[in-house]
């Protein structure tokens, strides 16, 4: 397996006047109202920008652009390589791709890093606890590689893909973020007791490259304990590294412990690109109606700034805000009675530039070292492979035992022998005594007679061209073993696999 170990601090681009250009979305709903306010205090804190106002989002598509995002707006991204995006709607009825997607893989923001930190008098169960931790989440694999299939009328499919160079970069840049922010702990949360294949591939790089980071603590737990931890006691963490899905559930549970979503800012962050952001959405019943709380997208400001390397801004800011909350200054999502409207709550923020409140603690941070791994498609490599059997999957309304007793009819001769059929991941031939509520769709694993036969594609159709006489098939999975480890797992109650 390959590594290694390179970073890069991420440098910025300037315009004819030396100001740092950064690319400005407004965004959807609350979108314009939330980036004005922020923009409004970084202007404050004396930090003069290049801003490049762009659209993308809800009044693109409707323009009849069906990716979202404009090619002007891409091609401001590709120049400044940095941009602060108000949230995005997906119109629900244009049968478009979410334009936030579309970003995250057309400059393969790989890390999605989701920050909360307490704030004093925003009252929560959790208040006084002291909760100050990043969500490290991967943003382009997974579920959310949106690979999806109706592969019977009644069965639909979607590929859990992972790969070895997703999981390494986001966990080192993990290791990275706890290095920079003087943090001594990465806690991996993983589901690798069920998906042994996929999330353990997540838990097996945090491993190897955990040993990177002797100083930082670094401990897995499963991610349904870590929800649990979560709450129970969410101090214990500082920094949690996760997959796609994962990630995307956990970090808006840590906005809930902090106060809620109008508290909580990101980072989309890539080799060479960050994309600053709320963890929010365009809120459409607060929408032009300055009722929004921009401390989110506030907050997504002073990373902006820290990745800008206007460190003393970012505290200043980050400072602001904290004792606009210190001194009882909220918006209507925090308090009913006496609240302030987007811009008055801005205006107080203002107010306050570079007055911490009482015992506030900025944190030191160091610029971001962003991880640099081979851009080669095959990451990993290996010394030898054969393919050492083929799961076929049926739809069929016969039984377990008629649909068995035919494969095996099929493969009394040949190189490939059925040993078991499987509904929805549980055996169900030859039978082992559970009884499942079978659907029309059957996983049938064919494995090789012999330890070290390498399954030809000639052989594969053979069987198949037998298989699609009797049976509706849709699709074919071929079983690997890689340097002698079989790459596949098996069924619930199938036994090992001899020969593999
Ligand atoms: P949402 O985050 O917009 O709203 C959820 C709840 O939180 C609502 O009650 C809302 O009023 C409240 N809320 C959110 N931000 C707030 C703020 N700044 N101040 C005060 N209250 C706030 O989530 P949703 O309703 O599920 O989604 C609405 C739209 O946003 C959808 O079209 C969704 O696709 C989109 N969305 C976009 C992004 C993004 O662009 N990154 C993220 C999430 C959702």
């Given at each position: ?89 997906t119109p629900v009825g244009y049968g478009e791709k979410s334009a936030n997607v579309t970003l995250r893989k057309l400059f393969e923001t790989y890390a999605n890093v989701r920050p909360v930190r307490e704030f004093t008098n925003v009252r ?66 993983t589901k690798a007791n069920i998906m042994k294949l996929t999330e353990g591939l997540l838990k097996r790089t945090f491993e190897d490259v955990a040993k990177e980071y002797p100083t930082i603590r670094a401990q897995h737990l499963l991610v ?233 594609d000639a052989e594969v159709w053979t069987l198949v061209d037998r298989i699609q006489r009797h049976f509706r098939w849709m699709h074919l999975e071929k079983l690997q073993v890689f340097d002698g480890a079989i790459g596949w797992t098996r ?10």
């Open positions: 397996m390959s590594s290694q170990r390179e970073t890069h601090v991420v440098t910025f681009r300037v315009d004819a006047r030396g100001r740092k250009r950064v690319t400005l979305i407004p965004g959807d709903g609350i979108g314009p109202e939330v980036t004005r306010a922020a923009r409004r205090l970084v202007e404050a804190a004396g930090v003069d920008l290049a801003w490049e106002e762009h659209a993308a989002g809800a009044q693109v598509f409707k323009a009849g652009d069906p990716t979202g995002v404009p090619a002007e707006t891409i091609r401001s991204l590709e120049e400044t390589r940095v941009a602060l995006k108000g949230p995005l709607e929560t169960p959790f208040s006084g606890r002291g909760v100050d931790l990043v969500v490290v989440r991967e943003n382009v694999e997974d579920l959310y590689a949106g690979i999806e299939h109706q592969q019977t009328p009644g069965v639909a499919q979607c590929l859990k893909l992972m790969s070895r160079k997703g999981c390494e970069k986001v966990v080192r840049l993990a290791f990275e973020l706890a290095v920079a922010e003087g943090r001594r702990s990465v806690h991996c949360a349904d304990n870590a929800a649990h931890q979560l709450v129970r006691a969410p101090e214990q963490f500082e920094v949690i590294v996760t997959s796609n899905m994962n990630g995307d559930i956990l970090s808006d549970l840590t906005s809930g412990l902090i106060g809620g979503l109008g508290f909580a800012p990101g980072a989309n962050l890539g080799a060479d690109m960050a994309i600053f952001e709320a963890v929010h959405g365009t809120a459409p019943s607060l929408a032009g109606r300055d009722l929004a709380n921009p401390t989110a997208v506030m907050l997504s400001a002073v990373m902006l700034l820290r990745h800008l390397d206007e460190h003393t801004a970012a505290a200043q800011v980050e400072a602001a805000v904290h004792a606009a909350y210190a001194r009882g200054h909220f918006t209507g999502d925090v308090a009913s009675a006496g609240a302030l409207g987007t811009t008055a709550f801005t205006d107080r923020v203002i107010s306050l530039l570079a007055q911490a409140p009482d015992g506030w603690k900025p944190r030191q941070v160091a610029p971001l070292k962003i991880p640099q791994l081979s851009t080669r498609a095959d990451f990993v490599r290996v010394e030898s492979r054969r393919v050492g059997g083929l799961d076929v999957f049926l739809e069929t309304s016969a039984t377990a035992q008629t649909v068995g007793r035919a494969l095996e009819e099929f493969t009394r001769d040949g190189p490939l022998r059925l040993k078991m059929i499987s509904n929805r991941g549980t055996q169900v031939f030859p039978t082992t005594g559970t009884a499942p509520d079978c659907v029309d769709h059957w996983r049938c694993r064919f494995v090789t007679r012999s330890d070290s036969h390498d399954l030809t069924a619930q109650g199938e036994g090992e696999v001899p020969g593999a």
